[in-house]
């Protein structure tokens, strides 16, 4: 049985062989990889299932949820207009949305929100699916939240927070959702086959997630990780089977800007490489010097709920670690809960993504075993 499809430069034959063998070490089902060099993409292979009810196969544009990848396109917009001089990541948040600045949160910035330091990760009030869908609910509730900490004192993922809070700074300066306003300044311009609220057009066509046996189950409803990855019960995390789960329309449709966006590894690596290198001849979305800042430390070591993962956090983007190895010092990305993974680095001039629909969970090294392989083609 053919193991991919597509295609690999010969300097790039290495990430083809671990993108093959996954297949043969993993529990994988369906998967793309695409890589981009000097805004040139030099690596595009797919394979496997993209719907395991069905046995349709994954093809070259098939899209799937990238959940915390998600992260990285709203880091990209909120960078992008920072360097626009229309947002400074410094200031408080409340000089763009007053209603902010209430209950100890009036010195919380947006760095402190892409840091994940600024004390809100998850929100006390419990809101409907509806209510999330409608976005002003949420608005509301975070308006009248109080931080967990005293901001920027420590740090903790946020989770959905992180989309939303971001996502309202973005609608703020722009007029626009974020999921509108990057396809307005992004996606659209430059055909990327990523969303924040899957078109419905695209729905049938998108990978459907499974669950590899084994995967650990997720603590108990009143754990903080579980109220941030499901906003206090409202979604099902992963409820690939569920209403208001992961591979349910209704919630795809919506704009969830921390977790609920949808790409091809094609439309997610080309974010990356636009932002780094420029694509389709076109001058990079970001300049050294945003990504200088966007890859300067703000949060590591020991979290919130007392973990050290080895995780470094540069503002909005994972950084170089042993968490998540990459390229090197300014390497950034994120991760999805599904094993996804894309990054960035301008120093190497790569944009990198990794999409999967099996979701294999502890040990997951997938992504981690073709960045090893794309590490060693560039040494060559």
Partial sequence: MERYHGWADERFGAVADAFARNFTDFPELGAAVAVYAGGRKVV???????????????????????????????SVCVHLLAQEGRLDLDAPVSRYWPGFARNGKEAITCRMVLGHRAGVPVLDETLSFAEIA???????????QKPLWEPDTAYEYHGHVFGFLLGEVIRRVTGLTPGAYFREAVGDPLRLRAWIALPEQEMDGRAWLAEAEGRPAMPGPEHLLTRMVTMNGALAFPGLDEPHGWNDPALLGVELPGA????????????????????EGRERLLTPDTVTDAVREVSSGTGYLGFDA?????????????????LGRRSFGNDGAGGQFAFGD?????GFAYLANRMVGHGDDRANRLITALRECLAR
């Fill in 310 to 326: 080895g995780v470094r956090w540069g503002s909005g983007f994972l950084l170089d670690s042993s968490f998540r190895p990459m």
């Fill in 260 to 279: 609920g966006g949808t790409a091809s590894a094609s439309g997610l690596a080309g974010l990356y490489a636009a932002a780094v290198t420029g694509v």
């Fill in 346 to 350: 301008d120093e190497f001039g790569v």
């Fill in 44 to 74: 595009d292979l797919w394979g496997g299932v993209a719907d395991e009810r069905t046995g349709r196969a994954w093809e070259r544009d098939t899209v799937v949820p990238i959940f915390s990848c998600t992260k990285g396109i709203v």
């Fill in 134 to 144: 409608a976005w002003t609910p949420v608005i509301r509730a975070i308006e009248e």
